[in-house]
């Protein structure tokens, strides 16, 4: 190094550290409110289309908004569009909202919508179920859109709140046209770059440390928050992200878990804020396998017996789970469905807990003495799932059923019991949260009989089959009111679950925000983090 | 001497293709990473050609030298997670982690060095006592719970450090940011540094003590005393100039595992360097900046042990000898 160069970099060093000082010394005092916000996982991307995952999809809403959005309620309310007809079942037609700018000063017109239609259905998009494949879409005009379907679906709109709109000329003049292919080999320049129309603009993302943003001073909408700029850190440490919350370091955090949240609500700067999530938590059987793996039968598969699901059903005790392991924050439930998210939940309970009952069926059904299975667990992937396992254990070994707990981190896992790995689990735990709120969700996903060509029953570990339920479920897409729709719901629901015992469902488990005490913030049970409904003192 | 250094380096690239391999032989075992790039609702014929487009249907073999392959010419691939070239994820987080590392070795050796002369000198004094009782704490204690006892204490009760991150950095050039500009970047060094050196600090303590008092046994210490030197001139000029030469090739070697190892110091305190993309990455599968990472740790101590190697033969005469005899 020339001697010249070095006192160039020496000088550099010293402009830079002056810089950072006076930055420092000049920084705005309490004027600007900044919202510290803190997740135990990272933001993998700021294009909302890499990754069908709640959380990317709900703090990448803060820059990329729909052409609708759900309220505190849950209820769809209008954004981009401010109305649409549905014409006939197969014709909907969306009026968009005028005089919207994109961040980068774009003008949002039909040409954007079906641009952003083009991009969710491009091959590396994981929100292809967003919109369905052989739709049609047509430009009206500037501001009307309409969608041809090829069947009716009167739910095609209830996840469009995770479609955000992208400017069309913003992305093909920087090559993010179609989504990021996932074998892409050169980088995106969406995923480090973000031109939507919410009311956040990304000042900066660096992958896995941290992401800025700043407030949208042209919002199209009148803001409900006060703050000027949202700073998001991956703290994947439970007790450090606590540390940080109780100190005043961060704003809002999640989760805070159970074991802390005494903790955070005895300290005068923080709070715990508890809600039911529409998550829900289940036992699934393997029931299609003649003979069952992983356990001491030979030649057959009790599972496929009703009466030793129901012996299953019968041994676990809810009510306890909730109590010693969930410290009375979840909800058991009857259904794989949320109350808040079917109208009909009411009419149904859970079958009582009766070790008894439990013995008789299972005596009934040819195992006086029980059988020895293995039950396949996450570790890492829902609120104390491995306790809620070994509960569900011990409460087993008293009607006579040896369960050896099989506990492993969430990447394990799911590459055992998913198609890749052969559905190979004869006793699990899951958790589902239908993204559509709704229970034609579950079905398809869940309880459908498993056929992978068509993606139904994707997730159907146990390949639980009833084609009458499947019937039911298809007969609701047909039944454009709720009311009806909730009707057929009831049916599948009641022989899935009580006549068959297709699954044992659990309960909901609770949210569990971690919230400074000057913060206010929205809760929503679908755990969204919407920065736009943030207040600070 | 050449034909020594150019055996050594080709052991060394011996040595980093057998990492590669091995590490590829154990992802199997890590998981899919195909279900944590895509969400559940996925379909079954979409994820099976995801696998097919990443190559991961072919032999475990395959990939590890598809990977070194590429790795020869500085391609690391792009991560699954963050669809990032992973060499610059992996160079964004390197200077926080090196930063690290550098204040921890100094804090080490600041503590380490004084602490074990003074029990070496003092044998038997309350404050020897109380250092032997603190290395053994240092030792025993593991990190993550080092780490939160110190946040508890310094950010939630007293208030006074930053309990995450790294505070604002300041970009000097295009490859290197720097903590050490900012207040809140110094604030935010000291818990980490003192997690991550409290295992260094120890073992130098424990091994300056011994090498010292090894050396005050010696002959020359004895005649010096014996003209007369004064015992500070003995203790210091002597004895620790003598006890040094095995510390600093120990802390040289130590520096590759402060950077190796400092993983767990980097989540307890979401420090932003290599060692927490490391650990996301296990969690997420993501294979390229786990391999990426691994080969670079694995360069990172082929290298130290190569220059150690190097220095040995060109410092000590002895080692030279039996090199130009085995040429004969």
Not at chain 1, 98 to 108: A, M, P, R, T, Y
Not at chain 2, 198 to 216: D, G, K, N, P, S
Not at chain 2, 242 to 262: D, E, K, R, W, Y
Not at chain 2, 298 to 312: E, G, K, Q, R, S
Request: neutral net charge.
């Amino acid at each position: 190094m020339s001697w010249s160069l070095k006192v160039r970099t020496f000088a550099v060093a010293a402009i830079c550290a002056a810089t950072a000082i006076l930055a420092v010394a000049l920084a705005p005092g309490a004027e600007a409110k900044t919202l510290r916000f803190a997740f135990q996982g990272e933001l993998k991307s700021v294009d909302p289309y890499q990754i069908n995952e709640s959380f990317s999809l709900s703090v990448n809403g803060a820059v990329y908004e729909g052409l609708v959005r759900r309220g505190p309620d849950m209820k769809i309310q209008p954004c981009l569009a401010t109305s649409w007809d549905v014409l006939d079942p197969l014709h909907w037609r969306f009026h968009l909202r005028k005089g919207v700018k994109f961040h980068e000063g774009q003008d949002f017109t039909a040409d954007d919508v079906i641009f952003s239609a083009r991009r969710v259905l491009s091959a590396g998009s994981d929100l292809k179920g967003r919109i369905p494949a052989d739709a049609r879409i047509v430009k009206v005009d500037d501001y009307t859109v309409d969608f041809l379907l090829k069947s009716p679906n009167p739910l095609l709109i209830n996840e469009w709140e995770s479609w955000g709109m992208f400017s069309k000329s913003w992305s093909e003049a920087h090559g993010a046209a179609e989504a990021t292919a996932m074998n892409a080999t050169t980088p995106p320049y969406a995923g480090l770059h973000a031109n939507g129309t919410g009311p956040f603009i990304l000042v900066s993302h660096e992958p896995g440390v941290k992401t800025v943003w700043r407030k949208n001073p042209n919002w199209w909408d009148t803001p409900k928050h006060n703050i000027d700029d949202v700073v998001f850190t991956p703290i994947p440490n439970a007790a450090t992200r606590v540390a940080a919350l109780l100190s005043g370091e961060i704003d809002w955090m999640d989760p805070v878990p159970l074991n802390d949240q005494a903790r955070v609500n005895a300290n005068p700067g923080a709070e715990v804020l508890a809600g039911p999530e529409i998550r829900t938590i289940f036992l699934g059987m393997d029931q299609f396998r003649d003979e069952l793996g992983h356990s001491s039968v030979k030649g057959k598969n009790p599972f496929k017996d009703v009466r030793v699901r129901k012996a299953f059903y019968q041994a676990v005790d809810e009510d306890a789970i909730n109590k010693k392991v969930m410290r009375g924050q979840a909800t058991p439930s009857a259904l794989l469905i949320a109350p808040a998210l079917f109208s009909r939940s009411k009419d149904f309970k859970r079958f009582p807990f009766d070790p008894e009952a439990s013995k008789k069926l299972l005596a009934e059904a040819g195992y006086p003495d029980g059988f020895e299975v293995q039950m396949d667990c996450p570790n890492d992937r829902y609120v104390n799932d491995e306790q809620i396992c070994q509960a569900v254990v011990g409460m087993l070994a008293r009607v006579g059923v040896k369960v050896d707990l099989n506990a492993e981190p969430k990447s394990k896992f799911f590459a055992s019991i998913s198609a890749a790995g052969g559905y190979d689990s004869s006793f699990y735990l899951l958790g589902w949260t239908p993204t559509t709120l709704e229970s034609y969700n579950v079905f398809q996903y869940i309880v459908g009989c498993r056929n992978e060509k068509t993606n139904w029953g994707g997730n159907n570990v146990g390949d639980y089959c009833n084609p009458s339920v499947d019937a039911l479920a298809r007969k609701a897409l047909q039944e454009p009111n709720e009311t009806g729709r909730d009707d057929d719901f009831a049916q599948g629901w009641q022989i899935a679950l009580f006549d068959d015992v297709g699954y044992i469902p659990l309960h909901q488990q609770a949210l569990a925000w971690g919230v400074s005490k000057t913060t206010h913030v929205i809760q929503r049970p679908d755990n969204y983090y919407i920065f736009a409904w943030v207040t600070m003192d | 001497m050449i034909a020594f250094v150019v055996r050594r380096v080709l052991a060394s690239i011996g040595v980093m293709i057998a990492v590669g391999l091995i590490a590829f032989a154990m992802f199997r075992y890590v998981g899919d990473p195909i279900n944590q790039m895509v969400g559940v609702e996925t379909s079954v014929a979409e994820r099976a050609q995801l696998r097919e487009e990443l190559g991961l249907n072919d032999p475990a073999i395959v990939q590890a030298l598809r990977f070194l392959a590429r790795a020869a010419r500085f391609d690391f691939g792009v991560s699954y997670q963050f669809k990032q070239p992973v060499a610059d994820l992996i160079g964004a987080r390197m200077p926080a982690t090196l930063e690290l590392a550098f204040v921890a070795s100094i804090l080490s050796l600041a503590a380490g060095i004084p602490m074990g002369v003074y029990s070496a000198l003092h044998r038997d004094s309350a404050l020897s006592r109380l250092f032997q009782a603190l290395s053994l704490i240092g030792i025993s204690l593991p990190t993550f719970l080092t780490g939160i006892l110190l946040i508890t204490l310094f950010s939630v009760v007293l208030g006074w450090l930053p309990s995450f991150g790294r505070g604002d950095v300041v970009r000097l050039g295009p490859w290197w940011t720097t903590g050490f500009l900012t207040v809140s970047g110094l604030k935010s060094l000291v818990m980490p540094a003192t997690t991550l050196a409290l295992f260094q600090m120890t073992l130098i303590m424990r091994l300056v003590r011994a090498e010292m008092l090894e050396v005050l046994r010696a002959d020359y210490i004895r005649f010096a005393r014996a003209r007369g030197l004064s015992e500070s001139a003995i203790h210091f000029r002597h004895a620790l100039k003598n006890t040094l030469v095995p510390v600093i090739t120990i802390v040289g070697l130590q520096l590759g595992s402060i950077v190796a190892f400092s993983i767990i110091t980097e989540t307890v305190f979401a420090w932003p360097g290599m060692g927490q993309l490391f650990l996301q990455s296990i969690q997420n599968v993501d294979i390229p900046i786990m391999a990426a990472y691994l080969l670079f740790i694995a360069f990172m101590f082929v290298t130290i042990n190569l220059v150690v190697d190097i220095l040995y033969v060109s410092v000590d005469p002895r080692l030279r000898a039996s090199l130009h005899g085995m040429h004969g």
